[in-house]
Nanobody, 124 residues
Framework: QAQLAESGGGVVQPGGSLRLSCAAS????????ITWFRQAPGKEREGVSC???????DTVDSVKGRFTVSRDRSKGTVYLQMNSLKPEDTAVYYC??????????????????WGKGTLVTVSS
């Protein structure tokens, strides 16, 4: 069974950058769409960005122009590059998939395989 794991979180000052990684054990992510979510303290989880199995991407308006999702098939890893970070980006970030092979479009619903999350704290 696939297990996802996020890494790359940490503490960064406003305006700084972080790159989160999502990798899997038990399978490769190369054939699947991957979605990044986040959950801030006291708030509901929200979708942030996603990449389809054909590398179509989508990013929500609140982070558009600052966050970029990408995939490196040579490493079987999906990334979330986060630039110009703001205090309101503070959250636990999760990657997730539905393990539907070859899905041409990404999605923010129906993900049923999740990592444990990585904490991003944006603070001066």
């Amino acid at each position: 069974q696939a297990q996802l794991a996020e890494s790359g979180g940490g503490v960064v000052q406003p305006g700084g950058s972080l790159r989160l990684s999502c990798a899997a054990s038990g399978t490769t992510l190369d054939y699947y769409r991957i979605t990044w979510f986040r959950q801030a303290p006291g708030k509901e989880r929200e979708g942030v960005s996603c990449i389809s199995s054909t590398d179509r991407t989508d990013t929500v308006d609140s982070v558009k122009g600052r966050f970029t999702v990408s995939r490196d098939r040579s490493k079987g890893t999906v990334y979330l590059q986060m630039n110009s970070l703001k205090p309101e980006d503070t959250a636990v970030y999760y990657c997730a998939t539905d393990l539907v092979p070859g899905a041409p479009f990404c999605s923010y619903v129906g993900m049923n395989y999740w990592g444990k999350g990585t904490l991003v704290t944006v603070s001066s």
